[in-house]
């Protein structure tokens, strides 16, 4: 009895030890890559939104750009040039940043009706007065440039 335990013990260890080794080989791997980052991870999203129509549209030219953008975003992943990676991957947010702040504002809006959520004009900074207070002067955090808004 007390051997079996000892050898279930000691079988557990074994295998908290390979699962160490794979973790260290796999981080050991990664180092000095890009690793996965926003652009990586819409890509393949995307990727797999065009793989799904392909396959009820059957166009065949779908799945290879589906293919495609897997490759991209596998291939940024893996990446060594970590500069130009960084580079895309700024440029994406930048390309993105509207589109990306309209959403947040309408998930506060949903979240939160007492307040009234707006971008400033200026840098793009999410703002909010309370509702139904009349006309606000509200001052940026971000840029300080100030906007009277109707609450
Ligand atoms: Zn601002």
Redesign the pocket.
């Known amino acids: 009895m007390a051997r079996s335990n000892r050898s279930s013990e000691e079988k557990r260890r074994e295998k908290e030890q390979r699962r160490a080794e794979a973790q260290r080989q796999a981080y050991a791997f990664m180092q000095g890559r890009n690793g996965t980052d926003e652009l990586s991870t819409v890509t393949m999203w995307v990727a797999l939104a065009v793989a799904i129509i392909d396959f009820f549209a059957h166009t065949g030219v779908l799945a290879l750009v589906a293919l495609a953008l897997m490759a991209w975003s596998v291939y940024r992943s893996f990446s060594r040039n970590i500069a130009a990676r960084a580079r895309e991957r700024q440029t994406f947010l930048n390309v993105t940043r509207m589109p990306r702040q309209a959403i947040k504002l309408a998930r506060l809006s949903a979240q939160n009706r007492e307040k009234r959520y707006f971008l ?1 004009k ?2 793009g ?1 999410i703002l909010s007065v309370p509702r139904g207070k009349g006309k606000i002067r509200v001052t ?1 955090p ?2 300080r ?1 100030k906007v009277v808004k109707k609450s």
Request: net charge neutral; proline share 0%; glycine share 0%.
């Open positions: 400033c200026q840098c900074t940026c971000n840029c440039t």
